[in-house]
């Protein structure tokens, strides 16, 4: 039987932390790190963790393979702690992993706003991988690596997204700052392009070509500020181009 080690980051996540664990309770090895919690969440992670680390947050990126490092496991599933592995899932992860069938496995990422899931506005992510040639490269949307083929699984993680308008503008406006570095250490700038074109096809692709016009006020709710997102992102390029962070 293959096994598991289920990675989860964290950072002040009491609210929604022992729901993620227990929901991944049939892995073989849960390792949390933790970004130094001020809240109750370093308690909460120890009555069910393997492995608990704390290490100072630079990147997503680094943390996450500071983790990876400490796993013991054939397989390894990254899962933030305002995400659910429902029992259908389990059982699909399960068979996965024992089938060697291939070297990684993408999850549907419905998003949650609103009170309800936004099945038009989900991603499919690469999540689960072999533990071995695994890693994660990086800042923001950082992009998980595997060797092997990669699979998709069926059934959805049930992924609580936002907390609410503010936390969702606030993670928008903390994500342009990391994506606007990287593209300066890239030399790149910004454009009228940039700032009108990027941002309208943004809204374009997530309400009309992926369906989020299906999903009621929530949906164009959140194409708007996925649009807001990118243009924020470019304005801050420009700042930092010019020195004015």
């Not at 308690?43 to 990147?59: C, S, V």
């Amino acid at each position: 039987m293959a096994t598991l080690a289920v990675i989860m980051p964290t950072l002040n996540e009491e609210a929604y932390l022992e729901a993620a664990l227990w929901s991944v309770a049939f892995a073989d090895e849960i390792i949390v790190v933790d970004s130094y919690s001020t809240d109750a969440t370093p308690k909460i992670a120890q009555q069910y963790a393997t492995i608990f680390l704390q290490r100072k947050f630079d990147n997503f990126s680094s943390q996450k393979n500071y983790a990876l490092e400490h796993a013991t496991t054939d397989w390894v599933l990254f899962l933030d702690a305002d995400e659910r592995i429902t029992h259908s899932l389990q059982q699909e992860i399960l068979t996965a992993i024992n089938s060697n069938t291939h070297g990684g496995y993408k999850l549907n990422f419905p998003h949650f706003y609103m009170n309800r899931f936004l099945y038009h506005h989900s991603n499919d992510v690469l999540r689960l991988v072999k533990r071995k040639g695994a890693s994660y490269k990086g800042l923001v949307h950082e992009k998980l690596t595997c060797e092997g083929s990669i699979g998709q699984l069926a059934s959805p993680v049930l992924h609580f997204t936002y907390k609410g308008l503010s936390h969702f503008l606030a993670k928008k406006e903390s994500y342009a700052w990391f994506q606007a570095e990287q593209l300066q250490k890239k030399g790149k700038k910004t454009s009228w392009g940039h700032l009108f074109i990027k941002p309208s096809w943004r809204f374009f692709s997530s309400y009309i070509i992926k369906g989020g016009f299906r999903d009621g006020i929530p949906g164009l709710t959140v194409a708007a500020i996925n649009a807001y997102g990118v243009f924020q992102r470019y304005v801050k390029l420009m700042l930092l181009n010019k020195g004015m962070r």
